[in-house]
Every structure is written in C-alpha cells, then in structure tokens.
C-alpha cells in the first residue's frame, strides 16, 4: 500500500459540451457529451499513501496547495480512501504539461490522472469504466479523459451509470485542434459556478438538453461518415448555443473577451475563403480551432498576423489513461 504510482492523463475538449449538472454533489450531467483527447497536454500524478503522514501533501508543479486550493483533493483522496478502506494520507505529486497560460481544462487530465493514480496506489484495480466514474467526481470532464479519441460521457442517472464510453479511440481520417491562448488569467466564473448559475437563472437552459443531445446524435454521425465539415458546423453551433445560456443568467455573464471575437473572425474569414475551419470555446475565453492537418498551415500563417506564434498551439487526437 506504499507503493507510489505515477498515471498519465491527456486533457480532452468537448465537441458537444457537457453544461449543467442534473445531480452537484455525484456530477451527475443534465447532458450527454462527446470530447477529442488530446497528444501534446497531458497530466502526470504520483500518488502515494503513508501512514507516517499526518495530513495529505499535495503539490501542482512543484507548489504545495493551501487548504482551499486543496480541498477539492482532499475530497477526492476522501472518497478513495472510502474505498479502499484505508485511512493514510498521501502524498500527491502533479505536473501540468498544459501551457500554464492556456486554459486547456487542466481539471479534465487532473483529476483523471488523480484517480487512477490514487486508486491503484489505495490498493484498488479498477476497470476503464470504473475509472471514469470515479474521475467524474473530481470534475465532470475528467470522466472523458480515461479514454484516447473520441470519447462519449453518457450522461445516465446515478453514480453507477454516468461514465465514459470510447466512440472511436483510433481516429483514421485528418483532424485537429489549433488551441489561441488569449488570457492567462484564471477564469471570471469557473465552469462549477457558471454551469449552476445558468442552471438555476436563465430561461433559456430547459432548452439546452434537447438540443444538445440531438446535436450529440448528429455529431456521431458526422464521426463516422469522417466528415469534418459537419464536425466543425456541430461543434461550433453547439459551443455557440452553450455560451447563450450565460447571457441569459441573472445576473448575466459571458466567458467572451474581445480578443475571443477576433479569433472568431478570423476563422470565418478563412472559412469565407474556401479553408475548413470551426471555433469552439469553453468555460474561458480561449478559442480552439477544429481543423485538418492538412489546412493547418494556411490557418497558422493567417492566425500569426494577429496573434504572438507562441500562443498558437497544433495538438492533435491523443490516448487515453496510461501508468508510466
Ligand atoms: O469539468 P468541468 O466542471 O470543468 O466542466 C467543463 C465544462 C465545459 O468545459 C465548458 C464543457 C465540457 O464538456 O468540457
């Protein structure tokens, strides 16, 4: 049980967004969604139980977290320790290979390293399923991040069946992301608190879940006929739909800067002329770009007359969960 173990999770972004929890205290979604993994960022966590410990040790890029930071954690090794039936603290070592500055959903690849890390060095063997649930408990994305490809979060009803599926782990055809980083800054309202907000403020959140389980069904679709404009179409208007709920909320709020405009433009103006390209955005200000390798470079040279080339980032499909 001392033994430390070191898990490796890739972040994910969603295509069809998961917003709005059916069940806060299990992360339970009001709706089904489906992410792309992705190569270049990545979470590394070593997790290791001591009964020498007199209070969990937990450092992100070698920074120690205070109590609040931590706490989310804390809850989290709680719940494992729950588990496994053990009581030791732990020692959590994690390492972001995310640009600090990005805002790439380091929660995601956090907490899905977290828990495999945490539970296999508790003394638990949980399956890929099994992960997944556990990991959604940390962060609803997380549940995403066990698997590589396109990836599929059924929403279900209780804690037992609200996990990942893989839809397509090897993907065959020509797609992926381009990340602008726009605001180092944390987020104005984490997606925690925008997603309750609009849940319990905006008149326009009862017609979310429809809509994005259909777009979901559509976006499957889309996946196996290879077809990236409709990838692109979905995911944007999908995005689009998501991020109207928070101008609907009392009080409104939106996650758009003016620089997240001029991404926008730019890749309709691209679109405008004849380069396949879509944006989608989270719960922050960055915009990800969905294209194909092979149009990257125009897109690249395009984005560079706005933006520092250092803020651009090429991230292809990535694998799920590994143990290093
Ligand atoms: O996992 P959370 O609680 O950070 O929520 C993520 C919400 C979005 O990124 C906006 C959408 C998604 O499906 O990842």
Do not use: C, M, N
């Given at each position: 049980m001392n033994n430390a173990v070191t898990a490796r999770a890739h972040t994910n972004i969603a295509l069809i967004k998961y917003w709005g929890k059916a069940d806060p205290k299990l992360i339970i979604p009001q709706n089904s969604s489906l992410s792309l993994t992705l190569d270049p960022f990545y979470t590394d966590t070593t997790v290791q139980f001591d009964a020498a410990l007199t209070q969990d040790q937990i450092k992100i890029d070698g920074q120690v977290l205070n109590q609040t930071a931590g706490q989310r954690v804390r809850d989290f090794l709680d719940l494992v320790r729950q588990r496994a039936g053990i009581t030791a603290f732990a020692q959590v070592n994690s390492y972001n290979h995310?640009?600090?500055?990005?805002?790439?959903?380091?929660s995601a690849s956090g907490f899905a390293a977290l828990a495999a890390a945490a539970s296999k060095a508790a003394g638990l063997t949980l399956d890929q399923p099994a992960l997944s649930r556990l990991a959604r408990r940390g962060?609803?994305?997380?549940?995403?991040?066990?698997?590589?490809?396109f990836v599929e979060?059924?929403?279900?009803?209780n804690d037992l069946d609200s996990q990942a599926v893989p839809?397509?782990?090897?993907?065959?055809f020509d797609i992926q992301m381009i990340a602008i980083l726009l605001d180092p800054r944390p987020k104005k309202v984490a997606s925690r608190a925008g997603m309750a907000q609009v849940v319990a403020t905006?008149?326009?959140?009862?017609?979310w879940p429809p809509s994005a389980e259909k777009d979901l069904i559509a976006m499957k679709a889309a996946i196996l006929k290879k077809d990236l404009n409709l990838i692109g179409q979905l995911a944007e208007a999908n995005a689009m739909k998501m991020h109207a709920t928070t101008l609907s909320a009392t009080p409104p709020f939106t996650y758009f800067e003016p620089e997240t405009l001029a991404a926008i433009e730019i890749v309709q103006s691209l679109r405008n002329n004849g380069v396949s390209c879509y944006y989608t955005m989270d719960a922050g200000p960055n915009v990800k770009v969905i294209c194909s390798a092979k149009e990257t470079p125009a897109i690249l040279t395009r984005l560079r007359q706005h933006f520092p080339a250092d803020h651009l980032l090429v991230a292809k499909p990535g694998p799920g969960i590994a143990y290093l």
């Open positions: 995310v640009p600090t500055a990005a805002g790439l959903a380091s962060s609803g994305s997380a549940t995403r991040s066990i698997y590589g490809g979060w059924q929403k279900g009803h839809f397509q782990e090897t993907i065959d905006s008149p326009y959140y009862t017609a």
